[in-house]
């Protein structure tokens, strides 16, 4: 079991940069891929970026690549994804989730943990 706490979301103005964190309980976070999502009003929830459980493999939604970055600090329990470059589009409440399975698949082919997720606001 793993617990998913994210964190830094805001209200920015478009062109600024934000850095979500996510916080994990459990010692297995580091065997775990991990991925973040986000929930645009009245949209379905979208894949943004995922990173395997070394943090050597990464891959990303068309949409977000070269401006969003999803790293890992193993020995901190942690996941992050710096925004760059942010767009009014990018509006969404941010997810981060947990694949589950220690060194599974890649690219995970679903996750079974997830955060309770954080609102990032992009005004134009």
């Known amino acids: 079991q793993v617990q998913l706490v994210e964190s830094g979301g805001g209200l920015v103005q478009a062109g600024s940069s934000l850095r979500l964190s996510c916080a994990a309980s459990?010692?297995?976070?580091?065997?775990?891929?991990m991925g973040w999502f986000r929930q645009a009003p009245g949209k379905e929830r979208e894949f943004v970026a995922a990173?395997?459980?070394?943090?050597?493999?990464?891959r990303y939604a068309d949409s977000v690549k070269g401006r969003f970055t999803i790293s890992r600090d193993n020995a901190k329990n942690t996941v992050y994804l710096q925004m760059n470059s942010l767009k009014p589009e990018d509006t969404a409440v941010y997810y981060c989730?947990?694949?589950?399975?220690?060194?599974?698949?890649?690219?995970?082919?679903?996750?079974?943990?997830w955060g309770q997720g954080t609102q990032v606001t992009v005004s134009s």
């Open positions: 989730a947990a694949d589950g399975f220690q060194y599974g698949n890649w690219p995970p082919p679903g996750y079974n943990y």
């Open positions: 459990g010692r297995t976070f580091s065997t775990y891929a």
């Open positions: 990173i395997n459980w070394s943090g050597g493999r990464s």
